[in-house]
């Protein structure tokens, strides 16, 4: 037996090897990059179709599954994916034919016609056996089933025509289509191990850090050109920044004043994306003095929404002046550009008899919109209003509308992520969300009428002019001060080619390529 | 065994059932606390967590599911019979148990906060017996700058400029604290700099600590006899001084562990680097009760057992502590 001895000399040595370790950087890959390392901001939770918590969920299950057809890289439109043919046989009955050979992965066989009932149907139809309810129940609005016709093909029946079926279902999270064995035999832990049989397969998941997809050898598809995709939860924006700078980040996306100290970095590429959400100041209809339409519209008179964004988002956000963005079917061109009027405005408030007014301003405490409430404070000072600005934190503000508690808003800035979809963006103003979502509290049958008849309308001009119809009455009640539908910044290597769905909600990481 | 030594293990028997006892009083009294601030907090985990997909249906299901529409004794009791037979309940957000999610990060922060707690002492402790034996000096004087300076700027700044400094200028070091491979050495190097930050700050403050506390001790009596029977200065400073001055250090460590058991989270964001803080942090926000529930009581439970090792071991240190402490307990 040995004494093992530690003296000086081995102290020096060990510490000396220890700093040539940590002074060798990984090795440096060359040739084409097989790999990516992508910032995700928001923690991966579930990866089941059923239960997923948001985008960032359903970037990663849109490519570790299939659906029957998804967006073409870059764009709203659609492709066939696991159908070979889809076709629309009538308003209500949508005939598909999978491709043969698709194949699940962990050797959970060959999806099937059954596979696509089951997955739509175990969102869309109540659960049976106790199963839990889907929280996406409402994207499958309609459907009275999937029937299956033979091994690759089936028939999804609506009780009522839906325009939106494609867009916002079948090419999106509530149209991943999971095998019903895996999710059987997996139970709750398929939702961290999910079995799909898209471009990647998941290879880890881990709480805080994030996940890591390699690509799927027995995909039938377009096969994506990196064989591994690191996706890292990073919460904060600097160390993101940092992260792009030391090359540990290959691709972020950041918000645009995040992102401006990135564009003098040699080997980064920094492009400005329009978002799709959409951020508005809005006012309870049902509370005095709000409830009169001339303090209303004195208010929107006297905001000026250009000195807000340079505020909130030093002038890196496209100014909104209507519910929904250029890039959605629907959106109203020739909408109202209100600009800012105090003697205007000050007179509509001696019209309503309104002096001296005090309300509050509810906002999110995040520093955008506590800088746009200032402005917005300073402004509405001038026409005789004094607004005391209400920041709270997350948990308390989302819950501010809910109920009757929703009755004590005054004012509020808000944000909602949108799709490309005009009925998604619309659905959150009708009058059955007063009490939920609509903190206008806004109540208006021909808004309601406008929407229910854009939701079944399937002829595009139609329903276009369905939902510029339904934004001229919301533009009539002065019950929204449209501000912006922001702007996402990608920061990326110079040779990569990333790939989104435009709005950059959506993410499409097997489209992800080499700059060419 | 002579009966002087059956006092003593008696006495010392009786200190740590004492100690024990408290313990498990304190651990109560928190899950007590927790589950009172959990229900009183304002805020709708259901509005929160499912944002505007919510519809009302959905929501009263997700209440149910998650037992708040249950009258809070029972949820009380209930939350009390499950912590006790270690089910710390299922995330509301991934269905997942409450003990696999602290699983898995807590190994992060059991190995940032030891790490840093070694490193303050391995370093706080030579600079604070140098500072004291070479009280006045220029080293001295220039030590206690440096410290208070540590102390004095926040963890999270200090990670910030640790990583433009060793990550961006010298590109040594990495920025994300955590290897997404899970390799030993990378994981090894990517901890360097969240240790470092968290470590300067302590190790500051035990310099100053253990100078002020060697100063005391070797103005003892006791320290001047040591020398006047001829024994080494560096055998009397080091084997008599600074065990005695280890005491209150010891103590202060203990509640250092526990503070950076949960409350190392800056430096877990700013390195990205999952962690109970992290966890406790992003489970508040989403009024992801079981979640926070579970982790600050594993939090509590780790503190408090630190607590009673650093108890104990003071007590091994000075048995006069022992001593007192089982004599107030006999004579009540």
Known sequence: ?516 | MSAGEGTRTAEAMRYLASRLVTTVLIVLGAMLLLFTLSAVVPGDPATTLLGPQATPELSRRFVTEMGLDQPLYIRLWRFFANALTGNLGTDVISGRPVAGLIGEVLPYTLILTFSAIGLAVAIGVPLGVFAATHRGSVADNVLAFISVAFIAVPSFVIAIFLLLIFAIWLDWLPVLGASRTGAFWDEARRMILPTLALALGWIGFIARLIRTSMLEVMAEPFIRTSRAFGLSRRLVTYKYALKNACIPTITILGMGVGRLLGGAVLVEIVFARPGLGRLIYQAISERNYPVVQGAVLVVVVLFVVVNLVVDLSYSAIDPRIRHDASRRGATG
Not at chain 1, 2 to 21: E, I, M, Y
Not at chain 1, 134 to 140: E, I, L, R
Not at chain 1, 223 to 246: C, G, N, V
Not at chain 1, 269 to 274: A, E, L
């Open chain 1, 1 to 516: 037996m040995t004494n093992a001895h530690f003296n000086r000399r081995a102290f020096l040595a060990s510490v000396g090897g220890t700093a040539l370790a940590c002074a060798l950087d990984a090795p440096a890959q060359t040739g084409p990059r097989t790999s990516i390392t992508v910032r995700i901001d928001r923690d991966l939770a579930v990866l089941d179709p059923a239960n997923r918590t948001g985008p960032w969920d359903g970037n990663v299950m849109r490519v570790v599954f299939q659906r029957l057809m998804k967006q073409k890289p870059n764009s709203s439109e659609l492709e066939l994916d696991a159908a070979a043919e889809v076709r629309q046989v009538s308003p209500t009955v949508i005939e598909f034919r999978l491709k043969p050979g698709q194949m699940f992965t962990d050797g959970f066989g060959e999806m099937t016609a059954d596979d696509v009932k089951f997955s739509f149907e175990r969102i869309g139809l109540p659960p049976k056996d106790g199963a839990k309810e889907s929280s996406y129940k409402a994207d499958w609005l309609f459907l009275q089933g999937v029937e299956v016709k033979s091994k690759y093909e089936g028939r999804i029946v609506l009780t009522q025509p839906r325009a939106n079926l494609y867009d916002v279902v079948i090419a999106d999270g509530s149209g991943c289509i999971v095998s019903r064995k895996a999710v059987g035999e997996r139970g709750a832990d398929f939702a961290t191990k999910p079995v799909g049989s898209g471009p990647y397969q998941l290879v880890s998941l881990e709480r805080q850090k994030g996940a890591t997809l390699r690509r799927n050898p027995a995909y039938a598809g377009r096969k994506p050109q990196y064989e591994e995709i690191s996706i890292r939860f990073i919460p904060d924006a600097r160390t993101t920044d940092l992260a792009l700078r030391s090359g540990e980040l290959d691709f972020a996306v950041l918000a645009p004043a995040s992102a401006e100290p990135l564009r003098s970095v040699a080997g980064l590429t920094v492009n400005d994306q329009p978002s799709i959400a959409y951020v508005w100041l809005g006012m309870n209809v049902e509370k005095a003095p709000l409830s009169d339409l001339r303090v209303r519209q004195a208010i929107r008179l006297a905001l000026d929404v250009d000195q807000m964004l340079a505020a909130g988002y030093n002038s890196k956000a496209p100014r909104l002046n209507t519910l929904l963005p250029p890039q959605i079917l629907g959106h109203w061109r020739e909408a109202p550009v209100y600009k800012r009027n105090v003697a205007e405005a000050k007179s509509l408030l001696a019209a309503a008899g309104a002096s001296n007014l005090k309300v509050k301003l509810l906002i999110l405490n995040q520093a955008n919109y506590q800088s746009m409430a200032l402005v917005a404070r300073a402004l509405l000072a001038e026409i005789g209003v004094t607004v005391e600005v209400d920041a709270q934190e997350g948990g308390t503000f989302w819950n501010s509308g809910k109920g009757d508690t929703g009755k004590n808003i005054d004012l509020f800035i808000t944000r909602f992520n949108g799709k490309h979809d005009p009925n998604f963006i619309m659905q959150w103003f009708v009058s059955g969300q007063i009490g939920n979502w609509n903190w206008q509290r806004w109540n208006s049958p021909e808004f309601d009428a406008l929407y229910a008849q854009s939701a079944g309308e399937v002829d595009p001009a139609r329903r276009r002019q369905l939902v510029v119809d339904a934004q001229r009455v919301m533009d009539k009640s002065a019950a929204f001060v449209w501000l912006t539908n922001e702007a996402n910044t990608l920061v990326y290597r110079n040779w990569i080619r990333p790939a989104g769905v435009p709005g950059w909600i959506d993410w499409q990481y097997d489209d992800f390529g080499t700059a060419s």
